[in-house]
């Protein structure tokens, strides 16, 4: 069983910065392929972004890929997503989830667990 919980969000001006942060419980965290997801109202869920276990193999969806980046730290339990360059349309209440494979999977039906979402706004 992991628990995630997510942090970092927050309202924030086009062109702007955020951190978004997913600290996991369970010792078997390193072992996860991590995802971040977002939903934006009205709209269905959609991928953002993945990492390998090891961190060494990232995938990112094309509307965000240059302007996030996903990173994790194995020995603090935690995953991250450095959001730059932030458009209105960036906004959305974002997820992490985690994903047993050692495949770093972009459909959420490949992931076991999900944090609760933190919210972020983006204004013009």
């Known amino acids: 069983q992991v628990q995630l919980v997510e942090s970092g969000g927050g309202l924030v001006q086009a062109g702007g910065s955020l951190r978004l942060s997913c600290a996991a419980s369970g010792r078997t965290f390193s072992s996860y392929a991590m995802g971040w997801f977002r939903q934006a109202p009205g709209k269905e869920r959609e991928f953002v972004a993945a990492?390998?276990?090891?961190?060494?193999?990232?995938r990112y969806a094309g509307s965000v890929k240059g302007r996030f980046t996903i990173s994790r730290d194995n020995a603090r339990n935690t995953v991250y997503l450095q959001m730059n360059s932030l458009k209105p349309e960036d906004t959305a209440v974002y997820y992490c989830?985690?994903?047993?494979?050692?495949?770093?999977?972009?459909?959420?039906?490949?992931?076991?667990?999900w944090g609760q979402g933190t919210q972020v706004t983006v204004s013009s």
């Open positions: 990492i390998s276990w090891s961190g060494g193999n990232t």
């Open positions: 989830a985690a994903d047993r494979s050692i495949v770093v999977h972009t459909s959420q039906e490949n992931y076991d667990y």
